[in-house]
């Protein structure tokens, strides 16, 4: 949690996206919805670099047969 605490938000750059999927099981419109965009860190996160990793592999949240979850990052020095 030190390590964490020590990580500071330098950019913030995100929009809620909110889609409408028809599901024919279902027989109506699903809303699906989400956060899109950037931010951008300093510090050191060597600590949290796998799972940063494991978070791109596998994607997170909800839907992510849909697509959703994708997360990229990249080092910037």
């Known amino acids: 949690l030190e390590e964490a605490k020590a990580?500071?938000?330098?950019e913030f750059d995100l929009k809620w996206k909110?889609?409408?999927?028809?599901?024919?099981?279902?027989g109506s419109v699903i809303w699906m919805g989400g956060w899109l965009g950037k931010m951008v860190f300093r510090?050191?996160?060597?600590?949290?670099?796998?799972?940063?990793?494991?978070?791109?592999q596998v994607h997170i949240g909800k839907s992510t047969s849909?697509?959703?979850?994708?997360?990229h990052y990249e080092i910037i020095e």
């Open 7 to 10: 990580v500071k938000i330098s």
């Open 18 to 26: 909110r889609e409408e999927h028809y599901s024919p099981r279902q």
């Open 43 to 56: 510090g050191n996160l060597t600590p949290f670099l796998p799972l940063f990793e494991l978070v791109r």
């Open 66 to 71: 849909f697509g959703y979850g994708k997360f």
